[in-house]
């Protein structure tokens, strides 16, 4: 198992909590890989703490779909899978048109002037900011709509599935051939909140959604494809033929 991620430690978190963001951090960046083992003495001995506090932080990991439990192998880091994709970017497809057309009716013109903010702040991210900075300025933006939205429960829901959305903005903003469609989208669900126009707004968050959907598979079957090819090309064992 690969070690080689950072460590920030931060006086002010709770060690479970420093633990837990230390390695979601670390496969949302892509520093542990899908399909890489999370072995808790290595991991304790990396970051200095007990197994304990690695053992919590992999459960909570394994709640959001980060990390999965393999029979006979232990906890390991989870692939993006095209199945998984679809089930995440449905159901959000069915709560961002529900929370656009909520925040349509509740919309204030402080609530515009945030949105701007949060699309200057993704635009700049764009320009000179890591993955990371887009990443999280974009999940902000949406959260704006959530909360103008108001409706706690859709809000619940829409937390439990963050990371997971989390990881698919992640891996749609890694192509920089999407990075201004997707400004250019944000732009137009702030302009159809400004006018009222719903039908408007509601086709612009399908487009944004299926970009994404499209975007990530496509990454997800040249990767599938990546792998076979290198398959094909590593000498296998010779199958003797019988006379």
Known sequence: MSTDFTVNFNEYMPLRDLVFTTLRQAIL??????????????????????????????????????????????????????????????????LEKLAFSLAMDNIKPEDIVKLEKAETVFADAVSKGT??????ADEAFHFIIYDVADNEKLREILNNLKENMYRYRLEYLKDQNYRDSLTREHAGIIESLRTGDREAGIKV???????????????????????????????????????
């Open 29 to 94: 960046k892509g520093e542990l890989q899908p399909g890489e083992r999370l072995m808790e003495i290595q991991l304790a001995e990396k970051m200095g703490v007990s197994r304990t506090p690695i053992r919590e932080a992999i459960r909570k990991l394994e709640k959001e779909g980060l990390v999965i439990m393999v029979p006979r192998k232990g906890a390991e880091v989870a692939g993006i899978s095209e199945k998984m994709l679809k089930d995440v970017l449905e159901v959000r497809m069915t």
């Open 131 to 136: 993955l990371i900075d887009m990443t999280n």
């Open 205 to 243: 968050v399908e487009k944004h959604i299926e970009n994404q959907k499209k975007a990530v598979m496509e990454k997800l079957r040249q990767e599938e494809l990546e792998k076979e090819q290198a398959a094909q090309k590593r000498p296998g064992k010779y199958k003797h033929s019988m006379k």
